[in-house]
């Protein structure tokens, strides 16, 4: 049974960092595509961030880029998600997710397997 379990969410001022854990359990990480996803209320999931098997290719939502790097730790078998410069608009809960393959489109119709989530809340 596949299980993703996020941590690191919490509150901070606009401009702050956070790094974001997902730890994978019955789902080796580097063996898939594996993402970030975000929710805000009111609004539609949205993809972030995601990695593919090895050579480890990353792609990231136009929003976040140059200030969201994805990576994966192969020998912990968990997926991170530094956060830098945070804005107020990157407030949402924040998904881990993860798909048998390579990474194709961000969209979340494509990967099996989410977490619970956590929250992120950034304050101006």
């Known amino acids: 049974q596949v299980q993703l379990a996020e941590s690191g969410g919490g509150s901070v001022q606009a401009g702050g960092s956070l790094r974001l854990s997902c730890a994978a359990s019955?789902?080796?990480?580097?063996?898939?595509?594996m993402g970030w996803f975000r929710q805000a209320p009111g609004k539609e999931r949205e993809g972030v961030a995601q990695?593919?098997?090895?050579?480890?290719?990353?792609n990231y939502a136009a929003s976040v880029k140059g200030r969201f790097t994805i990576s994966r730790d192969t020998a912990k078998n968990t997926l991170y998600l530094q956060m830098n410069s945070l804005k107020p608009e990157d407030t949402a809960m924040y998904y881990c997710?993860?798909?048998?393959?390579?990474?194709?489109?961000?969209?979340?119709?494509?990967?099996?397997?989410w977490g619970q989530g956590t929250q992120v809340t950034v304050s101006s």
């Open positions: 997710a993860a798909q048998r393959g390579y990474c194709g489109r961000l969209i979340s119709t494509v990967f099996n397997y």
């Open positions: 019955g789902y080796t990480a580097s063996s898939g595509c």
């Open positions: 990695i593919s098997p090895a050579p480890g290719r990353t």
